[in-house]
């Protein structure tokens, strides 16, 4: 066996939550010392509100088609999914009050499918959307989860 280097890292925030933090060597001429982010300008944090000055953006998730589509919310807050036979969306699942987002819904080649949905999901005047029939056409679900239970959608059919 070699010889064996040790280090020690010191963390020194201060109570604006910056500071600093030092790797010691043994060999006192290659410390590194780095400085931690001020969180109230320069790094996003979760406790909270955030200006951004760039554009932010989500992935969209392919869903896999299946006779039902179960979307994991954990996974993204856009979603995209072509059609190759009827299907039912069924309750997501990891569902958090107040995550929003899209669905991209395509037909096939064949066009004409349909998606029933599961009671979870909400539509203006309690009556889910008619998808357009078209092969290729693509419709759009916006959703934002208000319960456990109830996720509120806007469809729009029929991009061009």
Do not use: H, W
Not at 21 to 33: D, G, L, M, W
Not at 55 to 68: K, M, N, P, V
Not at 150 to 155: E, G, L, R, S, T
């Amino acid at each position: 066996m070699g010889d064996r280097i040790m280090s020690k890292i010191q963390l020194v925030p201060n109570a604006a939550g910056t500071g600093t933090f030092t790797v010691e060597s043994p060999n006192s001429n290659t410390n590194r010392t780095f400085s931690l982010p001020d969180i109230t300008g320069t790094a996003a944090v979760l406790s909270g509100a955030q200006t951004f000055t760039a554009g932010q953006r989500g992935e969209i998730t392919s869903l896999t088609d299946a006779t039902s589509i179960t979307i994991d919310l954990a996974d993204s807050n856009n979603f995209a999914v072509t059609l190759a036979g009827n299907r039912t969306l069924e309750t997501p699942s990891n569902v958090v009050a107040g995550q929003c987002g899209s669905m991209f819904i395509v037909q096939d080649g064949t066009g004409s499918r349909t998606l029933s949905f599961a009671s979870t999901y909400k539509f203006i005047g309690g009556t889910a959307p008619t998808l357009s029939t078209a092969a290729g056409a693509i419709d759009r679900l916006d959703y934002i989860v208000q319960t456990s239970t109830a996720i509120q959608c806007v469809f729009t059919a029929a991009y061009s």
